[in-house]
């Protein structure tokens, strides 16, 4: 025992029973697992769970993936119409950096989860490690924006390569650490009898990625548009191989495959994506964007006191009424990401698995959720009436659709494979599922509705936009009513034989009711 | 049931057992929670468990109460001489407002928790009451500066007072509400035979903030002094009623009380405080603060093209040079909040009931932490060897050091009732006792020494500083092996007749091991 000094280093409390039974070896760890309960290891014995280093980390995640929002959101309109044309090149390029270290840092996140699904428990060590990595993800941002600024240096693809690289280099040392010690993985891997395989499938698998980069920065000094494309591929890399696969399945059937291999990494559309950890990344950037007006409000609007004395006659209330749209905006703002969270809430709860294909589209939701404060703030910017005013308004209105759609879509997609991905209440023809479409549909329909009124009404664009805004919540209040007076008017039409209404819905209620009620009890 | 019409709205799935059984009364519920297990009722029945909706408000309230640090860190210093006096007294407004935004919004933040101690399960009316209550703690801010910035302006006053009470009333709302749907509540409440008095008491405790605010909105119009000093109250009041309760008892006795009322929002500095929601809490400020430094380098430390090609002559490597300081200053920053939070993970694993005077402390490290990025900006933002260099050094490790002792006194407080507070490991002779000690005392110990020596070598203040960055990561890694070798090296000193001083720990780790290990087989 005095041979592996470092092991004792581990905090992992779960050492000791091995310890005790003689053996280190995997074959025991078996045997292990079966004699002591989950709880007995997770419990108060003071196992390190990865539970609380996954959430620190899809908050840093989170933020970082919102993060350069904020440039877009700084960008000064000018009503010159000179300077608009270059003030949108400006703005596009800031959208399309925005939406690029959204998709990369998102799958950066995605090979996070992989990995720490594979490692289930943690030690000091690793928990520095992943706070190294942490960091370099963070950093990823501010390499995207050199990129888009200066698209022919090759400085900022070095940068990029160089993160990606070194962060491949700690993710494989945590694979090479985790593996040397069993106990802190999965326990699907740690019963398992080739552990040596899944060793190397998931190292490979891993430094695909940063191989690929390597590559990139050898060409960026030779060719650099070939590096961008490199960089392309390693972004849809997952979708390239899966579809490669397809064909190759195709054209000469079926590979076999071990079955093992298929639990872990194997980029399918349905392959499991921790749920936990989709909703912690998505309660992160809902919080980080519902909050980003407020942010700027308390930096910016609190006004200087001798201008409030000079140009105000010291009125505070008169040099705050200058910022009411600000405010306006921030509360607009909130009150649509937060029912939006509502929307995403009431969906996830009655998820049971999600899959990389809804956490794909969680994600293009999410992205159109980053661009929501700053569609308001610009609505409250223009004059009244102005051409400029109706576009912001509409531009809003396209936003929260695109971000309602993709709500809506996870759940058609959850739909397809109902059996494994949803709970009985809201699969079709469950009690609830009604009452699930008409939440996910009311922010996609209201936002459509707004949208067309705004074309023909033009003169009273912002005030239908307040409307739309003031009632949407007070909707959400009453939406069970107003699905169970619909669905009762629907009745009424189709059914008019049927006298009363109420009492057939309680009826078909209780029906439904039947199989769930024998299920619990 | 025709009549409890909008008790349909509510999505609670338990409901059905409860109809099924044919009743809605309390007396019943107790059987009803007998006969289903939590498993049962939480999991994939779709039970709206507060989790999520608790996590969200946790992100929400961490960004809302780091925030005002960014006016702090935006306040550019001048090395004018002539401005320094009223830069400093900006600054220090300025820290002022971040430290009563902090405490005020952590005061609220302690009033969720102990509402949501109270109604664990949650329906969507309650989750958008929420919301609307996290938007207004999210506009707390700005009344804060607002009256920083004008404080005798009975505005600021206003619009705080204004906000506090419509969260009493949104407050007040929620728990009639979930009064009137016990299985909403608390088990403990829910089988308990004086609901109503819950209620009452409950009730009470929320309504008097609001209350004195609304005496502090009047009193503002007469004598707007006597506002501040109620508002003062408000955030005291818990002490200053349990020191008068105290005094009481003191003077005439122990005043009986009814041992139910006890359990909930009795203020005693040992009432329990959900851990989970400490630790999203303080994961969340972490996250905020660690990235709070990439956030303004990727919007301002991009340079303009045009300024690369004319003033560094097309060298973006030079251009960025400029900058470098940031980047030292950020990546510095990153490791030291992410180790302290390293620290206060390692730390919470270890504690098993967070009570309400460890939160306190908590939050008077998370205070310091929020400062962190600025003091570390500061730091690199000076020429070498200034004397605002060596200041900003040494407010840097004043800080680490506060942040640092902050925590380590929540494990001694934590100590002092280790029997209930803490895992047998980290207990007084425990096994991990030493190694816990070390941990939370490095960065205290090292802030202090670099302290003490920069005032010694002031010339080398810079270098020492970079010295200790780079040195802790690598002290944090090897920790466990130094504490056993100095553990060993004390023994080899004090007890020579015992020559091999590693079996010697070997053998005490043996027999602390023995009754842990009996305690899980």
Redesign the interface.
């Known amino acids: ?2 041979d592996n000094d470092d092991s ?2 581990i ?1 992992h ?1 779960v050492d ?2 091995m310890e ?1 039974k003689g053996t280190r070896s995997h074959a025991a760890s078996s045997s292990f697992l079966e ?2 309960t989950p709880s ?2 997770e419990g ?3 196992t ?1 769970s990865s539970h ?2 996954l ?2 980390s899809d ?2 995640v989170s ?2 993936a919102t ?2 929002i ?2 877009v959101a ?1 960008t000064k309109v000018e009503d010159n119409e000179e300077l608009r044309e270059s003030f949108q090149l400006l703005l596009t390029t800031k959208i399309a950096v925005y939406l690029m270290t959204f998709l990369i840092v998102t799958v950066a996140w995605a090979a996070h989860i992989r990995l720490f699904q594979v490692i289930v428990r943690i030690d ?2 690793l ?2 490690l992943n ?1 190294a990595c ?2 370099l993800i ?2 990823l ?2 390499t995207f ?2 990129m888009a ?2 698209p022919k ?1 090759v ?1 900022g693809i070095l940068l990029f390569c160089g993160c990606v690289m070194v962060m491949g280099v700690i993710q494989s040392v945590i694979v090479l650490y985790a593996f040397s010690r069993p106990f802190l993985l999965n326990e699907q891997i740690q019963i398992s009898e080739n552990q040596t395989f899944y060793k190397h499938h998931i190292l490979k698998v891993i430094m695909r990625v940063p191989l690929m980069c390597f590559f990139a920065s050898i060409f960026s000094f030779i060719f650099f548009p070939l590096s961008y494309m490199l960089l392309a591929i390693v972004i849809f890399l997952p979708y390239i191989s899966q579809s490669l696969k397809w064909c190759r399945s195709k054209a000469i059937g079926q590979v076999e495959e071990t079955p093992d291999s298929m639990l872990f990494y194997t980029y399918l559309p349905n392959e499991p994506l921790s749920k936990d950890r989709v ?2 990344f998505s ?2 950037v ?3 964007v ?2 980003l007006l ?2 700027d ?3 910016d ?5 001798t201008v ?1 004395q000079n140009q105000f006659g010291g009125s ?2 008169a040099a ?1 009424q200058v910022y009411g749209p600000e405010f306006l905006a921030y ?1 607009g703002s ?2 649509t990401v ?2 939006l ?2 929307v995403h ?2 969906l ?3 998820v ?1 698995k999600t899959t990389r294909f809804m956490g794909l589209l969680n994600t293009f939701s999410l992205a159109f959720v980053g661009g929501l404060p700053l569609a308001y703030q610009l609505t409250h910017e223009f004059p009244h009436n102005s051409r400029n005013e109706l576009e912001a308004i509409q531009i809003s209105c396209v936003i929260i659709f695109f971000a309602g759609i993709f709500q809506l879509t996870i759940w058609v997609v959850a739909l397809y494979s109902e059996q494994e991905t949803l ?1 009985p ?1 809201v699969r079709y023809g469950g009690r ?1 599922h009604v009452f699930m479409l008409a939440k996910l549909a009311l922010y996609p329909c209201v936002a459509l509705g707004t949208f067309f009124l705004t074309c023909i009404l033009s003169k009273f664009s912002a005030q239908i936009f307040h409307l739309m805004e003031i009632t949407v ?1 007070f909707a ?2 009453v ?3 107003l699905v ?1 007076a619909g669905l009762a008017l629907l009745r009424l039409i189709f059914c008019p034989d049927r006298p009363d209404p ?1 009492s057939v819905v ?1 009826e078909e209620d209780d029906e439904t ?1 039947v199989p ?2 024998a ?3």
């Open positions: 025992m005095g004792e280093i905090e409390h000791e029973e005790k004699s002591v007995d290891r108060n014995s003071g390190q609380r280093l959430a620190y908050a840093l933020i970082i993060v350069m904020l440039p700084h000091d060590c928990a520095l706070l942490m960091m963070t950093f941002p501010y924006s050199l600024t200066f240096n400085l909703e912690a309660d992160g809902y919080a980080i519902a909050t407020i942010l409000i308390c930096e609007n609190v006004p200087d006191p409030v505070l209330i705050l509360f909130f009150a937060g029912l969270w509502f809430h009431s996830f709860l009655h049971t709970h209440y609830e919540p959400f209040l939406l069970r009513l169970r109420r309680e009711r769930f009620n299920l619990v009890t």
